[in-house]
């Protein structure tokens, strides 16, 4: 790309929206513009919904995709149903936002080619690996990246298929590192697939996966594309950064709420941002937000199908009026280690995150008291049983066990005034639900409510109706 541009936007679209891309061919990406007034903006795009699920595993079930089925395969070959069915998935995907049948073949050939790359390339990894003298295990990071790229390579390749064919300057901008030798930083991928790209008239549609020599996945796992997308944006000094979601960012889930009881949140800073990635709400991956905000860039997320919509503005303001903003659940495991020898001996805390942390645990949230450390966390009952056998070891008199429970929290600024814990509290018990517990820490930003799962929805319902709709009427009234 020529000298560093002011003028740019570098923009994301999801995968939820990306299923519906062809209905933002006529609004967000032309709409009423012409000529030059379609260009200077930048879209990173992830893979079609549901495909990074098949190619890797699923987010929220754990159920295994193509890398799951291979990493487990012990060489026999049930992976190939797997990437079978990606195949389908695919191209029923592409079908399902292109017209013409000209792109629908190239892009069927674009999919038969990558995936007839990957499999030849996984057989011969696997007949490799059969000699002993190649371990399979050192290569599983590289497969994971492989595989989860193709995701992006066919969404890209789509998109710019989709828009060339509507007139549209688009270009396929493949950061995937498919059949690429170099090993190269994620700043040099991204520099030298832009090198010679005007943004001013062309419109560069790049993949959410790049690989690079850090590897993508190893620092930040699956929500990459929002990585890449922040380092697009600080990289190329954009104006602005915004990510295209299905719906406003809204103080619950629109599909559980109800779209008319949620409210656009109008504005809101980073710490509310982490706090959301925190809870599995990913309104923007940590480190993502980190890297715009070093960098200056503000970040909108909008609408994607309401484009006339300026969404929300995150940036590093405080709140002007405090107010719980969003009402969210996630399901979790509490990890429960009680041992009557705890109570003024120090160690036992750090011993139990080492554990988590070889195993790769993510915490979400903890209490404790004299004998007891609960670590709230999300993770596979799979790998919670090794941790628990791993701190029964170290600890053989310890009592441990997992409980399967949701997290409920009410995220907001400066909730200190609110009485957000007591009112919750209050809200839930008037609804006959039962809170296991709740935490508030000292810093306002977030109080977590701790219910059984089969109450998770009522329960953000119910707090969302008593924090959010009742207080915004209230100010409403005021005024
Ligand atoms: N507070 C919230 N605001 C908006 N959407 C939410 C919220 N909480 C959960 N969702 C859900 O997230 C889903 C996916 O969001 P989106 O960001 O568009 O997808 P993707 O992660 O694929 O980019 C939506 O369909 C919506 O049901
Ligand atoms: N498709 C990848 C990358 C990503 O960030 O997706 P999304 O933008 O749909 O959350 C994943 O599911 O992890």
Request: proline share 3%; aromatic share 6%.
């Amino acid at each position: 790309m020529a000298d560093t541009q002011k003028h740019h936007t570098v923009e994301k679209i999801g995968g939820t929206s990306m299923s519906r891309v062809n209905e933002l061919r006529d609004t967000l990406f032309i709409g009423g513009r012409q000529d030059a007034g379609l260009y200077n903006r930048i879209f990173v795009v992830s893979a079609f919904g549901g495909i990074t699920n098949l190619l890797l595993e699923h987010k929220k079930s754990g159920e295994a995709g193509v890398y799951a089925a291979f990493a487990n395969s012990d060489g026999d070959h049930g992976w190939h149903k797997a990437l079978d069915r990606v195949e389908r998935e695919m191209i029923r995907a592409h079908v399902a936002v292109l017209d013409h049948p000209g792109d629908i073949e190239r892009a069927d050939a674009f999919v038969r080619d990558r995936l007839l790359g990957a499999r030849n390339c996984l057989i011969d990894l696997q007949r490799l690996c059969s000699y002993g003298h190649f371990r399979l295990s050192e290569h599983m990071l590289q497969i994971r990246e492989l595989l989860s790229g193709l995701g992006e390579a066919h969404a890209a390749f789509a998109t710019s298929l989709m828009l060339q064919r509507a007139g549209v300057n688009a270009r396929f901008v493949d950061l995937s590192g498919w059949r690429d030798e170099g090993d190269v930083t994620l700043d040099q991928r991204i520099e030298g697939a832009l090198k010679d790209i005007d943004p001013a008239s062309e419109m560069p549609i790049v993949t959410g996966f790049a690989q690079c020599a850090e590897g993508l996945m190893r620092e930040f796992d699956r929500g990459y594309s929002e990585v890449t997308f922040s380092r697009l944006a600080a990289l190329t000094g954009a104006r602005e950064a915004i990510i295209h979601k299905e719906f406003h960012l809204s103080s619950a889930d629109p599909n559980l709420v109800g779209h008319d009881a949620v409210r656009k949140l109008g504005r809101t800073n980073y710490d509310v941002a982490d706090q959301l990635s925190n809870l599995g709400m990913e309104a923007i991956h940590p480190k993502a937000a980190k890297t715009l905000r070093q960098s200056g860039v503000p970040l909108r997320v909008t609408n994607a199908f309401e484009p006339d919509d300026p969404g929300t503005l995150i940036d590093d303001q405080p709140a002007e009026t405090p107010a719980v903003e969003i009402v969210t659940g996630l399901d979790l495991f509490a990890l429960e280690v009680f041992e009557q020898d705890m109570v003024g001996v120090k160690g036992y805390d750090a011993t139990i995150i080492d554990i988590l942390t070889r195993h790769n645990v993510r915490i979400v949230s903890k209490v404790s008291n004299a004998n007891t450390i609960t670590h709230y966390v999300d993770s596979s009952l799979k790998v919670l049983r090794r941790v628990e056998k791993d701190i029964q070891q170290k600890y053989p008199a310890a009592l441990i066990t997992s409980r399967s429970i949701s997290m409920v929290a009410a995220v907001g600024r400066d909730l200190d005034t609110l009485a957000v814990l007591s009112r919750g509290l209050n809200a839930l018990a008037d609804a006959g639900l039962e809170a296991i517990g709740a935490t508030q820490g000292p810093r306002p930003v977030d109080v977590q409510f701790i219910v059984e799962r089969e109450i998770m929805n009522p329960a953000i319902k119910t707090l969302h109706r008593a924090l959010v709709e009742t207080d915004a009427q209230a100010v409403k009234a005021a005024a």
